[in-house]
């Protein structure tokens, strides 16, 4: 009987608590006119309160989600998480927008902030290039799809240091594989490099390591090809000094500075 008792205070309880929680959560859905909502998002957006903003555009859209207001709300929830930097949130977002409103004019903006969700999380070379990935496809994605547009513009120059973080991440695994004499898996790596990523800063280094790795392994004449191509291309590099060095055993800036020399002295001679 005191066990029955106890059951029926216990659940007389939970009833309490329950009601008390479905009043709490009617206190906290409160329908608000769409306007409301809308200005009181932008305000925050304008005081950079980016949290909040995104919550508030979020309930445009919950609260009235047939309304104009509300396709416009989402992207503007989208720009919100993107400038918190919860780009996971941003990218959600930003994909249901594009897939939802194809049509939309600001559909450009929608792609190239998707881009740029992607762009800021590149991350140092040491580590998994996925995102790096991710964005090279999305901002291809944005000069591809809206060219004549200032978003393909921006887009166009973000490509170019996100090709040259891929191919940096190439050259790190290809140095790796030198350092550990597994000579034909480096000539793989920096071959990638210098076939896609022609237009990056590591085209020299990849071409000089081609030739380390060649030379290593006896293949004198593809090393040497190699090498033709860096000064043919590269004749100030670094790196050019380094692979002539390789294959001659001499120092090319002493070589030039003598045949200066003797130039000279041929010059005098004449006259």
């Given at each position: 009987m005191k066990i029955f008792k106890r059951l029926t205070i216990l659940l007389g309880a939970t009833l309490v608590i329950a009601c008390a929680s479905d009043k709490d959560a009617e206190k906290a859905y409160v329908e608000r006119p769409v306007h409301e909502l809308y200005n009181q998002a932008t305000n925050a957006l304008e005081k950079r309160?980016?949290?909040?903003?995104?919550?508030?555009?979020?309930?445009?859209?919950?609260?009235?989600?047939?309304?104009?207001?509300?396709?416009?709300?989402q992207l503007?929830?989208?720009?919100?998480?993107?400038?918190?930097?919860?780009?996971?949130?941003a990218l959600v977002t930003l994909n249901r927008f594009i897939q939802l409103h194809p049509g939309n004019k600001d559909i450009p903006y929608a792609y190239y902030l998707k881009a740029l969700s992607y762009y800021e999380q590149i991350s140092d070379v040491s580590r998994d290039q996925?995102?790096?990935?991710?964005?090279?496809?999305?901002?291809?994605?944005?000069?591809?799809?809206?060219?004549?547009?200032?978003?393909?513009?921006?887009?166009?120059?973000?490509?170019?240091?996100?090709?040259?973080?891929?191919?940096?991440?190439?050259?790190?695994?290809?140095?790796?594989?030198?350092?550990?004499?597994?000579?034909?898996?480096?000539?793989?790596?920096?071959?990638?490099?210098?076939?896609?990523?022609?237009?990056?800063?590591?085209?020299?280094?990849?071409?000089?390591?081609?030739?380390e790795a060649y030379t290593a392994i006896g293949l004198e004449t593809e090393a040497r090809q190699v090498a033709s191509v860096l000064g043919h291309n590269y004749p100030g590099s670094e790196w050019y000094?380094?692979?002539?060095?390789?294959?001659?055993?001499?120092?090319?800036?002493?070589?030039?500075?003598?045949?200066?020399g003797f130039f000279a002295r041929s010059w005098d001679w004449i006259f």
């Open positions: 309160n980016f949290n909040d903003a995104a919550s508030l555009f979020d309930e445009v859209e919950r609260q009235h989600p047939y309304s104009l207001w509300a396709t416009k709300a503007m929830a989208g720009y919100a998480y993107y400038e918190a930097n919860k780009y996971g949130d996925g995102v790096t990935q991710n964005a090279l496809t999305s901002l291809q994605e944005t000069v591809r799809r809206f060219p004549n547009t200032k978003y393909a513009r921006d887009a166009k120059l973000k490509l170019d240091l996100t090709m040259d973080h891929l191919a940096g991440k190439e050259m790190s695994i290809g140095r790796w594989y030198l350092r550990q004499k597994k000579y034909l898996a480096a000539i793989n790596r920096f071959r990638q490099v210098v076939e896609k990523y022609q237009t990056t800063s590591h085209i020299p280094e990849a071409l000089h390591r081609l030739s000094v380094d692979s002539y060095a390789l294959m001659t055993g001499s120092d090319i800036r002493k070589t030039e500075q003598e045949k200066k």
